[in-house]
C-alpha cells in the first residue's frame, strides 16, 4: 500500500476507535474550553486551509473485497494478473493522459504480474524517495501497449477519506433511468495543530484536577458535536464532496451534522521498550444524510435481457475523495440492496476526472452497483400472452379456406387484440431512440399476426377456382409458421446478448 494510503486508511481505523466509549467529563465543559483554545490559537496554525500530503504517481486500483472489514486488502487483478490503474494525480493525468482503470502491464521493465502488491509498492516507493522517473507499460482501450515515462514532481495533494453508505433503493425507473436511494456520506479528516488544541484542552483539565491518576494511565475520548451553522462559526476548514449525478432531492431529507473526535493516549512502551510520551489525537467527521434520485445512462438495446450499472458518483472541488478501505460501507450497501424487478450481480468502484467551469478537472469516485434484470417477469406476463395470441391466429390454418368469415374473424381479431395488448405494456417499456430486442419481437409478431389473414384470403380465392393447392399450403404453413417463429426468436434474442456488453451475463454463456 502506498506511504500516503497508509496514513488515511489510519483515519479510518482511529474512527473507529474513537467510537470506542466516549466520555464527557464532569463539572467540566471539555467543548467549551476546547473551542476557546481553538480561537485563542487559531490564526497560528491557519485552520481555515487544508492539510495537503505529498502526491505520489500511480495509484492502483484495489479488488472490492479490500472495502470489507473481513476482505483482505489486495490490488485487483486482471485475468493475466496485472494491476489496474486507480487514478493519476490531477497534474500527472493533464500531462500524459493515461486514463483511470487502465491495465498497466509493467512497472520499471518489471511484468506485474510477476511481483505480489508489497513487491510493487516497494518499486513505487523506491522510485519516489530517489526522485526517479517511473517507466510505466500500460494497455490502451485497443489493447495496444504503450509507454510512459512518468517524472517525479514535487507536487502536493488534499485527500479526502470518504464513507459511502447506501442504507436503501427504493426504485429503480427503467423509463428514464432513475433510481431513488436513501444514503450517508461520512467525510473524516484532520488539521494539522489540532493536537496542540487537544494537548492545551487536556492540560487545563489535569489542572482543574479532573482526572486520577488511574485514569490518567489509561486513554481519554471526548467528543464535541455541532450543526452545520455552528461548525462553519468555528472557521475550520471542510471538504466539499458532492454527488455528480444526484438529479433531485427530497425536502427536508437532508441532515448535515459534525464532530470532532479529541483522544489522550497515554505514555507508554513500544516493542523496543522504549518509552512513548503522551500523545493526542484530534478526527473531524462531517456526517451527511439524505433521500435523493440518482441517475446512470442505460443501455436498453438487450432490454429485457440488459445488465445495468446504478452509479453514485461523489466529486470534489477541493481535493481527492478516494473510499476508505476495509470499511464496511460498500459491502453493507450492496449485500442490504433489495431490488424487486432486478438481481444484483457485484459492485464495483472506479475514480475519473471531470472538468469544472474553470477550465481545470475535479476528481471523482464512483460506486457502482450491477444489476440484471429479472427477464423472466417480462418472459412470462408480456411475451408468452404475445404468443398465445399468435397461435390462436395460427389456429386458423385448420379451418378449411373455404370457411373465409371464420377464417378472417380470427385472424382479425387476434392481430387486433396483439396491438392493443402491446399499447398496454408500451407504459412499462423504455421510450427510446433506438429498437431493443423487445421492440423487434414485437414488430415481428406483428408481421406472424398479419400472415394468417393475407394467407387466408389468397387460399380461399384457389378455393372458389376449385384448386387443391390451398389446403397443401396450410399444411405447408402450420409446420413453417411455428418453427420460423421460434428460430426468429432465438436468433435475435442470441444475436442481442452476444453482441452487447450490458446483456445479462448468464445467457451469455448459454448462446
Not at 429498437?435 to 380465392?461: C, G, Q, R
Amino acid at each position: 500500500m502506498q506511504p500516503e494510503m497508509k496514513r488515511y486508511l489510519f483515519l479510518f481505523l482511529a474512527f473507529s476507535l474513537f467510537h470506542a466509549p466516549v466520555f464527557g467529563f464532569e463539572s467540566f465543559d471539555e467543548c467549551g474550553v476546547f473551542e476557546e483554545v481553538l480561537k485563542r490559537d487559531f490564526d497560528k496554525y491557519q485552520f481555515n486551509e487544508p492539510d495537503n500530503g505529498s502526491t505520489g504517481r500511480l495509484f492502483f486500483k484495489y479488488a472490492s473485497s479490500a472495502y470489507s472489514f473481513k476482505g483482505p486488502l489486495l490490488y485487483q487483478r486482471s485475468d493475466n494478473g496485472g494491476v489496474y490503474l486507480d487514478i493519476l494525480p490531477e497534474w500527472a493525468y493533464e500531462k500524459y493522459k493515461i486514463s483511470p482503470g487502465a491495465e498497466i502491464f509493467s512497472i520499471n521493465s518489471i511484468e506485474t504480474r510477476l511481483m505480489d502488491d508489497e513487491e510493487i509498492d516497494a518499486l513505487v516507493a523506491s522510485s519516489e524517495d530517489k526522485k526517479e522517473v517511473l517507466l510505466v507499460s500500460i494497455f490502451d482501450e485497443k489493447s495496444i501497449l504503450q509507454e510512459f515515462e512518468i517524472e517525479h514532481e514535487d507536487k502536493q495533494q488534499i485527500y479526502i477519506p470518504v464513507e459511502l453508505d447506501i442504507e436503501h433503493i427504493s426504485s429503480v425507473n427503467s423509463v428514464n433511468s432513475t433510481y431513488k436511494a436513501v444514503y450517508t456520506i461520512v467525510m473524516e479528516w484532520s488539521l494539522y495543530g489540532l493536537e496542540s488544541i487537544a494537548r492545551d484542552s487536556f492540560k487545563r483539565a489535569i489542572r482543574n484536577d479532573i482526572f486520577n491518576q488511574d485514569e490518567l494511565d489509561n486513554e481519554l475520548n471526548f467528543a464535541c458535536y455541532y450543526s452545520s451553522e455552528k461548525f462553519e462559526s468555528l472557521g475550520l476548514w471542510k471538504p466539499n464532496v458532492y454527488f455528480s449525478n444526484l438529479i433531485s432531492q427530497e425536502a427536508d431529507s437532508y441532515k448535515d451534522s459534525f464532530a470532532i473526535f479529541v483522544k489522550y493516549i497515554p505514555s507508554s512502551l513500544n516493542e523496543l521498550g522504549e518509552s512513548q510520551e503522551v500523545n493526542y489525537s484530534v478526527l473531524l467527521l462531517q456526517d451527511n444524510q439524505g433521500v435523493g434520485t440518482f441517475q446512470s445512462y442505460f443501455n436498453y438495446q438487450p432490454f429485457p435481457f440488459d445488465a445495468q450499472d446504478l452509479n453514485f458518483t461523489l466529486q470534489s472541488s477541493d481535493g481527492m475523495p478516494f473510499f476508505g478501505f476495509q470499511s464496511e460501507g460498500l459491502a453493507k450497501s450492496f449485500h442490504s440492496a433489495e431490488l424487486y424487478e432486478w438481481k444484483k450481480k457485484s459492485f464495483d468502484t472506479y475514480a475519473s476526472y471531470s472538468p469544472n467551469i474553470f477550465g481545470g478537472l475535479n476528481p471523482g469516485i464512483t460506486f457502482t452497483i450491477s444489476i440484471e434484470r429479472n427477464y423472466v417477469y417480462f418472459l412470462t406476463k408480456i411475451y408468452l400472452p404475445i404468443v398465445i395470441i399468435l397461435f390462436l391466429a395460427y389456429s386458423t390454418l385448420w379451418v378449411k379456406p373455404r370457411e373465409i368469415e371464420a377464417r378472417l374473424t380470427v385472424s382479425v381479431v387476434c392481430f387486433l387484440a396483439l396491438i392493443t395488448y402491446t399499447f398496454i405494456i408500451d407504459r412499462d417499456l423504455p421510450k427510446l431512440a433506438y429498437l431493443t430486442a423487445m421492440d423487434f419481437i414485437i414488430l415481428y409478431s406483428y408481421l406472424f399476426a398479419a400472415i394468417p389473414t393475407l394467407e387466408s384470403i389468397y387460399v380461399n380465392k384457389l378455393s372458389i377456382n376449385e384448386n387443391e393447392s390451398g389446403e397443401l399450403i396450410d399444411r405447408r404453413l402450420r409446420i413453417f409458421f411455428p418453427l420460423a417463429y421460434i428460430a426468429i426468436t432465438l436468433f435475435i434474442i442470441s444475436f442481442t446478448i452476444i453482441n452487447h456488453p450490458s446483456a445479462v451475463e448468464a445467457l451469455r454463456f448459454t448462446t
